[in-house]
């Protein structure tokens, strides 16, 4: 079992920036890859980025490419998301997950959730 608890979330202007984190508890984080996914009202939960459980390979969803920035800390069981030159579209609360096996790109192949963490970029 793993517990994941969001942070970093908040309100920032166009063209700033937000470094969210995802802390897990327990021994195995380095065993799972990890990923962050956004949900608008309205909207379905889309994929942002993800991570491999070494973290050598990254993986980022089409809006984001080039802005956002994925990695991990394996001895703080913690991965990040730093969020740069961020959109009002970008606004959303932001999630992250664990997968077993590899990384998931879609929600139902996550197997653990964090809370979410609020970022709204005002305009």
């Known amino acids: 079992q793993v517990q994941l608890v969001d942070s970093g979330g908040g309100l920032v202007q166009a063209g700033g920036s937000l470094r969210l984190s995802c802390t897990a508890s327990?021994?195995?984080?380095?065993?799972?890859?990890m990923g962050w996914f956004r949900q608008s009202p309205g909207e379905e939960r889309r994929f942002v980025a993800g991570?491999?459980?070494?973290?050598?390979?990254?993986y980022y969803g089409d809006a984001v490419q080039g802005r956002f920035t994925i990695s991990r800390d394996n001895t703080k069981n913690t991965v990040y998301l730093q969020m740069n030159s961020l959109k009002p579209e970008d606004t959303a609360v932001y999630y992250c997950?664990?997968?077993?096996?590899?990384?998931?790109?879609?929600?139902?192949?996550?197997?653990?959730w964090g809370q979410g963490t609020q970022v709204t970029v005002s305009s």
């Open positions: 991570i491999s459980s070494s973290g050598d390979n990254t």
């Open positions: 327990g021994r195995t984080f380095n065993r799972y890859a």
């Open positions: 997950a664990a997968s077993i096996l590899r990384v998931g790109f879609r929600p139902y192949e996550c197997d653990y």
